[in-house]
């Protein structure tokens, strides 16, 4: 029997047992007051799995041998995905009127390929605002190239991102002449979608990584790294030891960017303070 019921409730110890294992998963706190939050968005895999209770949810999960496919459903469920085009636009300030010339000055995106990577970037607003940037500030330059990564542990966002399909009003911050050159408007304008165009597609590749793995498996000496509004779900210690990780792959000169709400205070990093939530690699 299929369970619709909202006041189905997950007992305290399969609450715990479950929050226990998404912080050591992927990092996320999950104090008591996310347990509405998590059943919630847990109901729909109650039904569509056919089972009768979140309990029920909870001891198949943990009743398999191998966790693997049903985790990707669990981390698809508590994970938070807000995102937006030219989201925190001060970083973006930043790049183009100092981090980007002083990058290319040191033969970032001439000499050589300039390497950018958005380390949580949910749907793909994020590699996006950077590709369009990219793009833009190198058309000053012969032959300027760089090339971006967009990693997420959620695959529900990384399969919209690889599509790069977005609701019309999502674009509404980004600026008018941008808008023009880096989206088409569906066919069927009842659709209200637009979607990036392909060259810009092409500039920015995705996959699954999640961040509290010991080792990224990603290239090193990257030029600017993105990990904005993630770091406020893990605890101090975790913070830490992911932003120290990052450092590994951070090119001496090279940028990393944080969320507002983010802060590295007290932290042992190679970094130093450029601008608020802005930092280069020593
Ligand atoms: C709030 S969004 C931020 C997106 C984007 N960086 C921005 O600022 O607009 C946080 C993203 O982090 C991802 N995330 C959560 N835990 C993660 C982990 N352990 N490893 C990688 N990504 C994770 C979530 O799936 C989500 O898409």
Known sequence: MASSATQDRLSPQQFRRLASFIETYCGIKMPPVKKVMVEGRLRRRVNILGLSSLNAYCDHF????????????????????????????????????????????????????????????????????????LHDFGAAYRGYRYSILGTDIC???????????????????????????YFLRARDRTKRTVRVMPDLRASVRFGRLNLMDEQYGVEDMIDIIFCRNILIYFDKA?????????????????????????????????????APTIFMRE
């Open 62 to 133: 943990f009743e398999q041998n191998d966790v693997g496919d049903e985790i990707i459903h669990l981390i698809d469920a508590v994970t938070t995905n807000k995102t937006e085009f030219f989201r925190e636009p001060q970083h973006f300030q930043f790049l183009i009127t100092q981090g980007l010339p002083a990058l290319a000055e040191a033969g970032a995106g001439c000499n050589r390929t300039l390497k950018a990577w958005s380390a949580a970037c949910s749907t793909g607003a994020e590699p996006y605002t950077l590709a369009m940037v």
């Open 155 to 181: 695959t529900e966002v990384l399969d919209k991102a690889l599509l790069g399909i977005y609701p019309e009003e999502m674009i509404s911050p980004v600026p008018e002449p941008f808008r023009k050159r």
């Open 238 to 274: 975790t913070q830490e030891r992911v932003l120290q990780r990052l450092c590994h792959h951070l090119r001496p000169g090279g940028y990393l960017l944080i969320g507002h709400s983010e802060a590295t205070a007290g932290f042992s990093l190679p970094l130093r303070s450029v």
